[in-house]
């Protein structure tokens, strides 16, 4: 049988409530319709570790920037909040980190942690807006 997809943790579930309830592989594989192998390494895995997730959510390409990095660039946007993000590009990377990183990778982190382009000043421009045009729907102010 070829890999056609991972076990969902329902199926995983069920793997281990069927082998403990007493079936075989072999009546587990043919109950859940997946390979023996599958049984059996879920089974294992669970007797050996007592978990049975997927570990295929640490696959991939690793984040140039980490959680230390990470907390690294938020101690320097606080400490400069009116930085642009070049000269926080600037700071991250001569502050000592091994391998410094473009300006586009600093701007993808710093959305990733919630810091946008929009300043103080925007928001309260688009409340002013936003109120003034509620004025205007219930009739309170002329143009």
């Given at each position: 049988?070829?890999?056609?997809?991972?076990?969902?943790?329902?199926?995983?579930?069920?793997?281990?409530?069927?082998?403990?309830?007493?079936?075989?592989?072999?009546?587990?594989?043919?109950?859940?319709?997946?390979?023996?192998?599958?049984?059996?390494?879920?089974?294992?895995?669970w007797c050996q570790k007592q978990k049975t997730s997927s570990?295929?959510?640490?696959?991939?390409?690793?984040?140039?920037?980490?959680?230390?990095?990470?907390?690294?660039?938020?101690?320097?946007?606080?400490?400069?909040n009116q930085a642009t993000i070049e000269e926080i590009h600037?700071?991250?990377?001569?502050?000592?980190?091994?391998?410094?990183?473009?300006?586009?990778?600093?701007?993808?982190?710093?959305?990733?942690?919630?810091?946008?382009?929009?300043?103080?000043?925007?928001?309260?421009?688009?409340?002013?807006?936003?109120?003034?045009?509620?004025?205007?729907?219930?009739?309170?102010?002329?143009?």
């Open positions: 049988m070829g890999k056609s997809r991972d076990l969902s943790e329902f199926q995983r579930g069920m793997i281990v409530g069927a082998r403990n309830a007493g079936c075989s592989i072999s009546q587990t594989a043919n109950l859940l319709g997946c390979s023996r192998t599958a049984v059996s390494r879920v089974h294992r895995e570990d295929r959510g640490a696959s991939g390409r690793k984040r140039l920037v980490d959680e230390n990095g990470e907390k690294r660039l938020e101690r320097i946007v606080e400490a400069n600037a700071l991250y990377n001569s502050s000592g980190v091994e391998k410094p990183i473009s300006l586009r990778t600093a701007q993808r982190t710093l959305k990733r942690l919630g810091y946008s382009r929009k300043t103080q000043g925007e928001d309260v421009l688009i409340a002013a807006g936003l109120e003034a045009l509620a004025d205007l729907h219930r009739g309170t102010k002329e143009i």
